[in-house]
Structures are given as C-alpha cells and as structure tokens.
C-alpha cells in the first residue's frame, strides 16, 4: 500500500487535519480491515474500486463513491472490491461542522453521499475530483469547493475549538468537569455545543483521542507491559484499558497486531 498525506492551505488548516491518498494493487484474497475511531470525519473519494462494508451483524455493502464519513463511534470494518485508489479529506474534529448541511450529529458512523448532502453540488464536486489526475489537482478542488462553502467564521465555536485543542494536548486526560471549568462554562452546556460543533460528547472524544494514544505506544513498541501502559495514559487500571481497546477497535491489545488492523496502523504511523 502506498499511503500519503498533505497539508492543507493555511487558511483552511483550522478546519483540515490533513489531505491523503491511498492507492493499492488488488488482492488475490482480499482482507477485511479495521478502521479505528480517531474523532475526525472525512470526504472520500474513491477513484479507483468500490470498498465493501460490514455491519456488526455481517452484513455487507459497497460504500458510496464519493462520500462524507461521519465521527466512528466504534470500529468501522471494510474490505476492498478491487484496486484501491483513495483520495481523502481529514478534518479537525470540529472541523466539518462549517460546511455540513444537516446536523453532523446526523451522520454518526455513516457514509453520506456528497451529493445527499450539497445536492448538484457535491455531483460536481464529485465528477471534477475523480476526474482530476494528481493529488494537487484534488486538493485544489476541494479546497475551492470548502472555501466557496464556509459559513461566516464568525459562527465558529471557540469554546469547542478550544476545548477540543485542550483534549487533543492532553491526549483525553481531562475530566469533561475540568474543561467546563477551564472555560467558565457549565458542563452540560458544554456537552450540548460540543456535540452540535463535532457529533461526540467531550467524554467521547477524550476517550477516542486517550485510545489513540495508547495505539501510538504500540505502535512504537512501548506497551509490553500493558499494566503500565494503562497508568501511563490515565486509565483506572489494566481491565478499564482493554475494554476500552476492545470497544473502539473490537480487538484486545494482545490481538493488536492483527493483519486486520493495517490500515489503521498506517493512518497511525503518518497523521
């Protein structure tokens, strides 16, 4: 797999993490793969085949062409159709909400295609990014389309922004009462603003960006000892940990090194 990212226009790198793209050859035998929660929705255009989708039951069916993935609230496990081509929009958590059409909450663990959300709009978006032959080209597109569609930056949350920065340099260390605190503001109006500007609670986002962090130890093969990995990111103890690990990835930490988890070792490894 030949996986790459780039950064986005200063203007617009308070709203976008990061661009990437993926390209792969297909698969003789082709693997399911898991994708896990990370607090960031994405834009997705598949330019090469389709990817298929399970559901927790073991269902199945091939994701839009070109979509908005909403926020992961639990694992998210794919499997490609054939040749694999992706070209993708990461945003900061909060992030999307400028641009979304419906309520971001709405689109929790969903693939929303674009033109269900912008109409004609997101057609032609769609039709001008796939046919578009270099990642520039892309990135050039879809930056014009995000800043021909902004809302008055003014409407920006920066209480969420600010709390979500906070929970991202703490790696979800912080009480969601300490942030509210922080920012002299009562917690549940807090939650409320919160989960309206990036579609998870405070608590949610700690939890996924606290989980993150523990994948980026064993990434670098610094969670052995899995005790200490759990103190280290503020868990109440080891078990508190794997039921963490296992409710956002569907794995125990002992399994992580899975073929399943790839792809997400390598979003991990090249945020």
């Known amino acids: 797999m030949h996986y790459t990212t780039y950064l986005p226009s200063g203007d617009l790198a308070g709203f976008i993490k990061c661009c990437w793209t993926l390209e792969a050859e297909q698969q003789e035998q082709p693997q399911q793969q898991v994708i896990v929660p990370d607090g960031c929705m994405e834009m997705i255009f598949h330019y090469g085949d389709l990817y298929r989708q399970y559901t927790a039951a073991g269902d199945s069916f091939l994701q839009p062409r070109c979509f908005v993935f909403g926020q992961l609230t639990a694992p998210l496990t794919i499997e490609p159709s054939g040749k694999t081509g992706i070209f993708a929009v990461r945003f900061q958590p909060d992030g999307f909400m400028p641009f979304c059409t419906q309520p971001v909450q709405a689109l929790e663990d969903k693939a929303v295609a674009l033109d269900a959300l912008f109409g004609k709009e997101g057609s032609l978006l769609a039709g001008s990014v796939l046919a578009a032959g270099t990642a520039a080209a892309r990135i050039g597109l879809v930056e014009q389309f995000l800043r021909q569609h902004i809302a008055d930056p003014a409407t920006i949350d920066r209480i969420v922004r600010a709390t979500a920065s906070t929970i991202l340099e703490l790696d979800g260390s912080m009480p969601v009462g300490a942030l509210a605190r922080n920012l002299d503001i009562s917690r549940r109006s807090l939650e409320r603003r919160f989960a309206a500007a990036v579609g998870l609670s405070p608590k949610q986002l700690s939890r996924i960006i606290r989980l993150q962090a523990a994948l980026q130890l064993l990434l670098r093969g610094q969670g052995s000892n899995l005790t200490h990995l759990a103190y280290d990111r503020d868990y109440y103890d080891q078990a508190h940990f794997i039921r ?15 073929g399943r988890l790839e792809l997400s070792r390598l979003f991990q490894g090249q945020q």
């Open 244 to 258: 963490d690990f296992k409710a956002f990835t569907g794995y125990t930490p002992k399994q992580f090194y899975n």
